[in-house]
């Protein structure tokens, strides 16, 4: 038999194995599915016919250990309640999202936690005081860092903040700006604000008149009925070797 076989067997064997762990609740019912009626007729015993079946001497389909059965049986349970912790931990997860910001953050929840995107929030809006202040926000950092869950829900504002990576208060001036683990804040650029992704080192450029924020970067501005102004700056974030 040739290797190209071999591998095509070997995968019509897991294919068929992943079908019977998830057809099948228990090995009983596994077994019970590969007796016939005529093996029934001639043992004249359930028993025996399903030990028969496991052993591989009857049966109309795939030889699936008992062991092998239970194992992956447990695999699949731990995978989906592996899944459901996940979901749970989601701050926009069952949440009625009205504004368009919120579930633009909500749809990029998932990936910037796992780490497979690194979205900077730029936010300009009015504060308590009604002054105009503007701020880049590191959104997967903001994450681990804060409840987003009230965000999510309403009931508090997102607002810039000192700690934010880049903070600007347009009526008192105040300026700050601050690196986080997936950002470093370059500022002496003469063309603006600039940001280095620490994991793949690739420079995010957020000047709204730059033909490019950068490569694997995207610019989307988006339509909010709660800020004055939201744009996001999307980074496919790739590991650099």
Known sequence: MSTQSSLK???????????IITEFNTYEEFLDSQITPLDLYYLEDEEVARQLVELGYRGSGEVLKREDFEAKKRAIEASRLASRMHQKILASAGKQLQDTFLKALADREDDNRRG???????LRTCNNRKQEVSAYIDFAHSLQTED???YFSGRKKLLPKLSDLSYYNWE???????????YQVITDNRDGLLFMNKKDRKILNVDPKAQSPGEDSVRISVNSSIYLQVVLYDHISRQKT
């Open 148 to 150: 987003w869950e009230v």
């Open 9 to 19: 067997m070997e995968n019509d064997i897991h294919v068929s194995s992943d079908q």
């Open 116 to 122: 497979n995107l690194n979205t900077i929030i730029f």
């Open 172 to 182: 008192t001036q105040t300026t700050a700006f601050n690196p986080t683990p997936y």
